[in-house]
C-alpha cells in the first residue's frame, strides 16, 4: 500500500520555494480556488507535507495551520491523479493530525461528503454545516470604499468571537493582499472580506450580528463584483438562502465541519454567516 520507495516524504515551502509551483498546480488541477499567496500563508504560519517523486515533481500534499494555542486546521489534502489509492492521502492526513497534536491543539477540518466517512474512521466529529454557493455577477454597480486596514484590529476581535478561533495574522494576510476589499457595519458589529481567488472571487468571512445585517453586508460586497464569485455560508439562516437564491446564486457543495476532540470551532456562531473557505474555517 505504502509507495514510499519510490517518492519522499517532505515538508514544503510553498511560501518561496521550489514547492510553490508544484502546490498550484495541484490544486489548479482540482480546480480549487486557492492562491499562490494562500500556499504561502500555510507554509509561513502552519506546515505544509508533501511527498516527492524521485524526479522531484510534487504529487501530494496536506497543510496544517495553527489558530491559536487550542485549535488547529487541517486542509489542502491533494494526490496527484496518478498516485491515487495508495494512501498517500491517508498518510498525510495522519500526519498533520499528529504534527497538530504534538503542538497541544485539537485539530478541526472542513469535510466533503465524500471526506466525512473517512474522517469520521479516524475518530472526527461532525459539527455545523455550511454550503459552498457560486454566482457569476453581472457588470459591478459600484465600487467598494474599502476600509479594512485601519479597522484590523476591530475585524479580527469581531472574527475571533464568530469562528470560536484565533486567527489574527490570517486576517492580517488577507487584508495586506491589494485585491481584498473589507467593509465594516457603521454600528461595529460586523464585516465582511472580499479576496481574490484562482478561479472565482471569495466572499468571507463575514460577521454580522442578525440576518439584516449581513444581508445589508453581502448586499454591498456583491454590487462592487462581477465575474465568478464564491462564498460559504453557514447552513441555518433561510432569509440568507432566500437572498442568495434571488441573487442569482447557485448551490455548488455542502461541507461540514470535523473535529479531533473538543473544539470552540465545532459549532460556529449566531453571528458568523460566511466563513473564510474550507481550507481556512
Ligand atoms: C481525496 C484524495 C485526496 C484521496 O487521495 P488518495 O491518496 O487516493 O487516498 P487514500 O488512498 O489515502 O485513501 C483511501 C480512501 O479514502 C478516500 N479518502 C482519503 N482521504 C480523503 C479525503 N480527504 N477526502 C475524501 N476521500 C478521501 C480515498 O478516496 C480512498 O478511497 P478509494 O481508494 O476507495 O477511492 C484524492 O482523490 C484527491 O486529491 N482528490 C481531489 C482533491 C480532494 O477532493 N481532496 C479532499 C478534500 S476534503
Redesign the pocket.
Known amino acids: 500500500m505504502v509507495v514510499s520507495e519510490t517518492l519522499s516524504a517532505a515538508v514544503l515551502d510553498t511560501a518561496t520555494g521550489r514547492d510553490a509551483a508544484g502546490a498550484l498546480a495541484l490544486s489548479d488541477a ?1 480546480g480549487w480556488n486557492q492562491t499562490a499567496d494562500d500556499w504561502a500563508l500555510f507554509s509561513r504560519h502552519g506546515r505544509v507535507l508533501g511527498r516527492r517523486s524521485a524526479n522531484g515533481h510534487l504529487v ?1 500534499t496536506a497543510a496544517a495551520l495553527p489558530y491559536g494555542d487550542a485549535q488547529g486546521w487541517i486542509s489542502m ?3 496527484d491523479p496518478a ?9 498525510l ?1 495522519g500526519e498533520c493530525i499528529a504534527w497538530l497534536r504534538a503542538a497541544g491543539v485539537t485539530p478541526v477540518l472542513d ?2 461528503p ?2 466525512e466517512p ?1 474522517y469520521r474512521r479516524l475518530g472526527f466529529q461532525s459539527g455545523m454545516h455550511f454550503e459552498r454557493w457560486q454566482a457569476d455577477l453581472a457588470a459591478p454597480r459600484q465600487a467598494i470604499a474599502s476600509d479594512g486596514n485601519k479597522d484590523a484590529q476591530h475585524i479580527a476581535a469581531l472574527d475571533a468571537r464568530a469562528s470560536g478561533v484565533t486567527r489574527r495574522f490570517l486576517l492580517d494576510d488577507f487584508l495586506a493582499r491589494p485585491d481584498t476589499r473589507a467593509l465594516t457595519r457603521p454600528d461595529g458589529q460586523g464585516f465582511v472580506l472580499v479576496r481574490a481567488g484562482r478561479r472565482a472571487a471569495q466572499i468571507g468571512p463575514l460577521v454580522a450580528a442578525d440576518t439584516g445585517a449581513a444581508i445589508e453586508l453581502l448586499e454591498m460586497a456583491t454590487q462592487a463584483l462581477h465575474g465568478p464569485v464564491f462564498l460559504d455560508a453557514v447552513t441555518r439562516d433561510a432569509a440568507l438562502t432566500s437572498w442568495l437564491l434571488a441573487h442569482g446564486f447557485s448551490r455548488q457543495r455542502p461541507f461540514v465541519r470535523m473535529s479531533l476532540g473538543p473544539a470552540a470551532a465545532l459549532h460556529g456562531s449566531d453571528s458568523q454567516f460566511l466563513v473564510a473557505g474550507p481550507e481556512f474555517g
Open positions: 482540482a501530494a489534502v491533494l494526490v498516485w491515487r489509492h495508495r494512501g498517500l492521502a491517508t498518510e492526513l469535510a466533503t465524500a471526506g473517512v
